[in-house]
């Protein structure tokens, strides 16, 4: 099995009909803590960051990391995606599924127009091009009904369910389609 930190990265930006995945740069600094101060994006996540940690602790180039990806509509950060090791997360860790957890956030006003689907389905199928036959993990609340139509979306399938940080939680795979399959 491959680490995915040992792709290339940066890759070139990935454009889809909408959108641009591209790497962080110093302008998407202000996105980055709104999105992470947001008491609307922390809903399932624990909550809002303190704005002042935020402007303390953001580096002047946020995200710059292997599978980090700024969503960008029309020249403007709206969210970000990170394809990060499954195993140094927080919490429920399965590396017997996959070494890679998808992770996206949105700022509020990109909400409901199909961008997290867009960009998510970018990020998976470069993911799949560069690591053929690697899958990808997802957590994600079972009240989190946006997350959850998401995750069915992209293909991702359950493998449990389980109890953590007083809530339900939700995990699953996601299988790229290998030439053999």
């Not at 995606?81 to 949105?106: C, Q, S, W």
């Not at 960009?119 to 990808?136: H, N, Q, S």
Request: hydrophobic share 40%; glycine share 12%; with cysteine.
């Amino acid at each position: 099995m491959t680490d995915p930190r040992a792709l290339a990265w940066p890759p070139a930006p990935i454009k889809t009909e909408r959108l641009v995945l591209r790497e962080s740069e110093a302008r998407d600094r202000p996105a980055v803590i709104e999105l992470n101060a947001s008491p609307q994006v922390g809903t399932y996540l624990g909550g809002p960051q303190p704005r002042a940690e935020l402007e303390r602790t953001v580096p002047e180039v946020p995200g710059q990391r292997p599978g980090f990806f700024v969503i960008d509509l029309d020249g403007a950060m709206i969210g970000t995606i990170m394809l990060g090791p499954h195993a140094e997360g927080l919490g429920h860790v399965r590396p017997d599924v996959g070494k890679t957890e998808l992770g996206y956030l949105l700022l509020p006003q990109a909400w409901g127009h199909g961008y997290a689907t867009e960009a998510c389905a970018a990020a998976l199928g470069w993911f799949a091009d560069a690591l053929p036959g690697e899958a990808v993990v997802l957590r994600t609340q079972t009240a989190n009904g946006r997350s959850m139509r998401l995750a069915a979306t992209l293909g991702f399938t359950e493998v449990e369910r389980y109890e953590d940080y007083g809530a339900e939680q939700w995990f699953g795979v996601w299988r790229s389609l290998t030439p053999s399959d």
